[in-house]
């Protein structure tokens, strides 16, 4: 990752940039190609994981009554999470999800954030799998949640039947199972995966663009320079990205099971 | 964001979902109704061989079914 500098320099970096980049050599065993049982990907994220647990046990090991700074951020991304989106989407009954909810937020803040971060500059959920692993848990929880609140048939019933006349109801029923129980876990991992797959991308193009541009032509040069203050521009675009993904990916599993929990019509 | 920790007087409705969810409800709904009856309609079409009239059709009652979704779950204060 450290020699990436000089290759460009040397113009050995492929221009335009492809989905191959995306699929990072091999960590153990050292550079193997098409090994991908542990990459900078992998690595990331246990890393992510681990950083997560440290950065709460740390904070919270010896809890005061007038916080430390540390305590105090830790405090104020957990009240975040609980006030502003468990209690807020959820109701009084939110209270119970928010760790789920800011483990979830914080996990995603922080994978993403990897993307703009020098040295490790792409983010785990720029790969479908983690997004679709995320979207697969929050699916199966809200199913779980409904079942165990409302009993399997009362929830199926819930979620599938509109509130409307009789007539209607045929022409509901499929908009409702679909969008229900089809569309969520698809759009909930699509929308993660494709934000950070675009942001990486677009970051791609504009710092090997500058660099193909240069060594297509010395005279280019400042054209070159206005790519790359296009890339500073869009990482602090992809900043707004990265936050509001972890937000917006939240907010949609805890609207998921207030839907869920929600009485009937 | 941090700093504002007023909890939500709770023990109103909690039958339609807020601010974003609702947003996200609303949207899927309509692109639901018009993708679930736009391919049924397509089978339709395969079937009697109507050569697109049915899918027109069948997009447009999706699209009214979701208008009235939309309004039932979410337009009806209670």
Known sequence: MFGQANVLAQGEAAFPP???????????????????????ITAMVWLAVGLLIIFFLVTYRKPQLVPTKKQWLAESIYGFVRNNIAVDMIGHRGVAFAPYFTTLFCFILLTNFFAIVPGLQISPNSHIAFPAFLAVISYV??????????GAGKFFKNSLIPPAPWYILPLL???????TFIVRPFSLAV???????????????FTLGGFAMLNANVWLAPVSLLSWLMTVALTFLEFLVICLQAYVFTVLTASYVQGALADEH | MAGDQTPRPSGGPDDVPPGAGQGWTALSYLIAGMLVWGFIGWLVDGWLDTG????????VVGMAGGIVLVVRKLGTPT
């Not at chain 1, 199913?143 to 409302?150: D, P, S, T």
């Not at chain 1, 029923?173 to 969008?179: K, N, Q, R, T, V």
């Open chain 1, 191 to 205: 929308r993660l995966f494709a934000n950070m797959f675009a942001g990486h991308m677009l970051l791609l193009v």
């Open chain 1, 18 to 40: 492809s989905v191959e980049d995306f699929y990072l050599p091999s960590i153990v065993p050292w550079g193997a190609e098409n090994s991908y049982w542990f990459t900078k």
């Open chain 1, 141 to 150: 929880m809200f199913i779980w949640v409904g079942i165990r609140h409302h």
């Open chain 1, 173 to 179: 029923i499929p908009i409702e199972l679909f969008s």
């Open chain 2, 52 to 59: 697109g009239v049915a899918t027109g059709i069948g997009v």
